[in-house]
Structure formats: C-alpha cells, structure tokens
C-alpha cells in the first residue's frame, strides 16, 4: 500500500501484518477488526516505544459483528449485526467500544481508590 499500511486517520487506522486492521485512539486505546488474537498480541508488543504513560493492566471488550444486509441493524446478546462492514459503520463500533473500555478502567482506578481511602474514612468517622 503506497501510505504504508494507513488507512484511515481520526482515530488513526492501520493494516495488522497477517490481516485486520487496528485502530488507534489518542487516549490508548486499540481497536481491532477481523485480527487473529495471535497478531494482536504481536501489533500491541510493538507498540511500547511510541508510548507515553502506558496502562498497567489493559482493559479488554469483545463483539462479534455479523453482516446481515437484510435485516436491521441491531445489537442482539453481544453481537451486532450491521448492513455492511462500510467504513463508517465501523468507525462507529470501534468509538462505542474504545470509549467503554476506557470508562471500565476508570471505574476500575476510582474503585481502587475508595478501596484505599475507606480505612482512613473509617478511622476518622
């Protein structure tokens, strides 16, 4: 590809080697579609050296998307059935679902946070 595997920006979009594309967004998150869980785990190892503050523990959601060009679009027990794998329609996928792992990982630091403030809340109560 002449623009060396980018395929689309905001948020940046790219070729995965062995097939997929992932999509990048500025607050660290990746997005992937069609990636085999192998060639995810190689593209995420790559990616340490362009980080800046990256998460310890990484934050995962998965959905099964099927194209059913006849039916309506719909989200049905995990898997979303779309009218076609049109770039839009799947930028709208990749931006539910980055911004819900993110809103898991901030639960996740402000639960731990309570979990350490609560002794001390305690103590002063």
Same mark, same amino acid.
């Given at each position: 590809m002449a623009n060396g595997g980018h395929l689309a920006s905001n948020p940046i979009t790219?070729?995965?080697?062995?097939?997929?594309?992932?999509?990048?967004?500025?607050?660290g998150v990746v997005v992937f579609f069609d990636v085999s869980p192998a060639e995810e785990m190689a593209? %995420?190892? /790559? &990616?340490?050296?362009?980080?800046?503050?990256?998460?310890?523990?990484?934050e995962t959601e998965d959905l099964e998307i099927r194209i059913e060009p006849r039916d309506r679009e719909s989200v049905v027990s995990g898997v979303a059935y779309l009218e076609n794998a049109s770039a839009p329609r799947l930028q709208v996928i990749?931006?539910?679902?980055?911004?819900?792992? %993110?809103? /898991? &990982?901030?639960?996740?630091?402000?639960a731990a946070e309570?979990?350490?403030?609560?002794?001390?809340?305690?103590?002063?109560?």
């Open positions: 790219v070729e995965v080697k062995g097939g997929g594309a992932a999509k990048l967004h500025r607050y593209f %995420l190892a /790559s &990616l340490p050296p362009l980080l800046a503050n990256p998460y310890a523990t990484p990749a931006n539910i679902l980055s911004k819900s792992a %993110l809103l /898991s &990982l901030y639960e996740k630091k402000i309570f979990d350490r403030i609560e002794p001390l809340a305690a103590k002063l109560g």
